[in-house]
């Protein structure tokens, strides 16, 4: 019989856990054909995540859980469930049930299908607001653009099934600020997605705020492209031509017209933007350096605190 693990990072989700089982468990009736386990990583919930773990592990031998020694983030605790789960198909998904664990029997007809990878599509439901939906949306495009990754629109959650062979590969990877999603697209393999619509968050709140997202941004472009990098020597090379040619226009003309040219506002403000601009670069710079520092000490990705199997 082939197992599947089902991966779910848990941050304060004290009243979802219980939920999530009980939709897992209903789905893996019809699908008698498969073995399962459900590995919760709990990523240093501060409410009664835990306890709610720990009493479900006793009642049912297919929940298994991770505690974090803290909360170390949502990648990182994909990170670690795929590390620890041994099924021939891993699946990770949200706690929150905006995953519809209804869709696993589809995910994994593909899987047996021959799809190393079955990523899912996210199409939304009108619920969530436009501005999540549009800075998703422009997230994934500028990603793309400007990595060598090619992500897939609404593709970006991590509700996705992947092998054992895959799950095999992405488990050596070591790398700090680890980025699955991107990380998925990259190994390659034989991938295919499912749509799916977002459910609403079951209870409790996202812990994704403008800030967490855009820092979630960078970690997605520094970890993927060293474009950013480029973009001194680009520029550096624009503006040379430009102070070149402005240079040889204000000689000529201040010979022409034998008068010279005033204007130190202009001037205050040329050092103003450049400074600026040198200044941006400088922190781009600074973004790689310490994505450097950070990966040379080798801290892992995660620290266990506990663990039921
Ligand atoms: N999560 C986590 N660690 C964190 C933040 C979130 O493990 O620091 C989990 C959370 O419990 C949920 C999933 O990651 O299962 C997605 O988080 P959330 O629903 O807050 O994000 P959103 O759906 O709003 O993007
Ligand atoms: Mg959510």
Redesign the pocket.
Known sequence: MKKISIV??????ED?VALIHQRIKEVFLKLDTYKFEIIF?????RDQTQAKLEQLANQFEEVKFIEFSR????QP??KAGMDCSNGNAVIS????L?HPPELIPDLIKKWEEGADIVYTIRTYPKQISIF?RKTSILFYHFLSSISDVNLVEGGG??FRLMDASVVDVVREMNETDIFLRGLSTWVGFRQIGVPYV?AE?AS?????NLS?MLRFAFTGITAFSVKPLYLAAYLGFIFSVFAVLGYAIYVIHSFVTQTEISGWASLIMTVVFFGGLQLIIMGIIGMYLGKIFKQVKERPNYIIRSKNF
Not at 8 to 13: C, G, S, T, V
Not at 41 to 45: F, H, K, L, R
Not at 93 to 96: E, G, Q, S, T, V
């Open positions: 779910i990072p848990a941050h304060n989700e979802n990583v709990n990523d240093g919930s909360n170390f983030g949502h605790a994909v998904m949200d706690a929150d905006q999540k959650s991590d977002a968050r409790g709140e996202s812990s994704y967490k």
